[in-house]
């Protein structure tokens, strides 16, 4: 199995992505966004204005296409960042739905579509072709390529019986032949599983991605009361401030930028560690990968070859020579 990263500028991002960002004009989206939904006010009040204002309409014109702009650009930036998490979703489903598996009934094989496997069904698989489900071999020993799965080049040797028995769908034989007994329900496959996590991982926002919501929606409340008050001070003082230009000051004001970007941003923080080959399942997840240089992750046999030998012992204050060796043979 094997899946390439879309690009961002690939057309089947970028065509649903544009019927995205109107699509998200819908006030029940935009209100999760404060900022993005004043916003979306604003452009609408300056839209009843063009038709309203006699003096000064090409300025009121402009205010409203620039306000529609920003809009509809930060749903379209959301829209392609999402587009970015469906293609690869889409590319593991087409991986699993394009498999085809061997299946054993009685002494006849018909082949069959990998996703209608279920529990309990018996499969062959020869040289070249692709583990179709979870499963144990109950049959053979052949040499399996996991590199889509683990990441690890070396193929490892699966047979019958033993703790090598367990194989994941997804991956490749290579030589030899087995017969695997699927062991998962249909839908709780590891690809399935795969496919799951990054769905739903889009929609978990990070803590600092909250907090800053938070303070975005204060700051927008503050200007809001500053500008409204303008109104009433103006009419005091004999200036008559416009909607238009209320409007205008307030978008000025509150950091429609930030706000624009901010679930994008969260977005294409999962969607770089999926380039990487790292899955993140929470918002937290991501963050922490962001404060990360190295990951070293080992397992027997890859790094270390499970056989630990001591090259010095070092008695801590107290503890004699002896009662260390003891303590060490002991837990050894």
Not at 115 to 128: A, H, I, Q, S
């Amino acid at each position: 199995m094997s899946h390439s990263t879309p690009s961002l500028f690939e057309r089947s991002i970028l065509v649903p992505a544009i019927g995205g960002s109107f699509r998200k004009l819908d006030p029940r989206l935009m209100i999760k966004n404060p900022v993005m939904f004043v916003t979306l006010v604003g452009a609408v009040l300056t839209s009843v204005a063009v038709f309203t204002t006699r003096e000064d309409r090409g300025f009121v014109i402009q205010l409203a296409v620039w306000l529609w702009f920003t809009v509809i650009f930060a749903n379209f930036a959301e829209a392609v960042a999402e587009g970015r998490g469906k293609a690869q979703a889409d590319s593991l489903r087409k991986a699993r739905k394009d498999t085809m598996a061997r299946r054993l009934r009685g002494d006849r094989e018909e082949t069959v579509p990998a996703p209608v496997l279920e529990k309990g069904d018996l499969v062959v698989c020869e040289t070249g072709d692709v583990i179709p489900a979870d499963g144990d071999v109950i049959e053979g020993i052949a040499s399996v390529d996991e590199a889509a799965i683990t990441g690890e080049s070396a193929p490892v040797i699966r047979e019958s019986g033993g703790d090598r028995s367990a194989v994941t769908g997804g991956t490749r034989v290579i030589s030899d032949r087995i017969v695997i007994r699927i062991t998962s329900e249909k839908g709780n496959t590891f690809l399935d599983r795969m496919i799951s996590m990054v769905e739903g991982a889009k929609r978990q926002k990070t803590p600092n991605e909250i907090a800053l919501t938070i303070l975005l929606s204060a700051l927008t409340l503050i200007f809001l009361l500053v500008v409204i008050t303008l109104k009433p001070f103006g009419t005091y003082a004999g200036i008559e401030f416009t909607i238009p230009v209320l409007v205008a000051l307030l978008v000025c004001l509150i950091p429609t930028t930030i706000g624009g970007l901010l679930s994008a941003i969260g977005i294409s923080g999962i969607d770089r560690l999926i380039r990487r080959n790292a899955m993140a399942t929470s918002g937290r997840a991501v963050e922490a990968a962001g404060d990360i240089d190295v990951l070293m992750l080992d397992k027997t046999g890859t790094i270390t070859i499970g056989n630990r030998m001591a090259s010095d012992f070092v008695p801590a204050p107290g503890v004699t020579e002896q009662e260390l060796a003891d303590a060490a043979q002991l837990a050894s």
